[in-house]
Nanobody, 126 residues
Framework: QLQLAESGGGTVQPGGSLRLSCEAS????????IGWFRQAPGKEREVVSC????????KYADFVEGRFTISRDNAKNTVYLQMNALKSDDTAFYYC???????????????????WGQGTQVTVSS
């Protein structure tokens, strides 16, 4: 059974860092594009970043502003999201998801992502 599991969330102060991990089981992650998304209370789920099968192409939402880096290690069946300079606005539940295709023309459209993890909470607070 295809499963994704996020880890690495927690509570940090503004300006701090976290590294989220998305580990796949039941399938080879290298055959899928992977996206990170987030959802804050009362808001819609939004894209954060996504990465192509080999990691050669990445995309980021405008609000990332160079603070986050997405990467993947297909040998470990894991995708990472390194988040630096965190702000209170980054507080949300973060999800990873897998897609059969990596969109070149659009920013990681949610509708492309068929498989989702359960998410991990990120709280940025002083």
């Amino acid at each position: 059974q295809l499963q994704l599991a996020e880890s690495g969330g927690g509570t940090v102060q503004p300006g701090g860092s976290l590294r989220l991990s998305c580990e796949a089981s039941g399938f080879s992650l290298g055959n899928y594009a992977i996206g990170w998304f987030r959802q804050a209370p009362g808001k819609e789920r939004e894209v954060v970043s996504c990465i192509s099968y080999s990691g050669g192409a990445t995309k980021y939402a405008d609000f990332v502003e160079g603070r986050f880096t997405i990467s993947r290690d297909n040998a470990k069946n894991t995708v990472y999201l390194q988040m630096n300079a965190l702000k209170s606005d980054d507080t949300a539940f973060y999800y990873c998801a897998a897609a059969h295709a990596f969109s070149l023309g659009r920013l990681c459209p949610l509708s492309d992502y068929d498989y989702w993890g359960q998410g991990t909470q990120v709280t940025v607070s002083s």
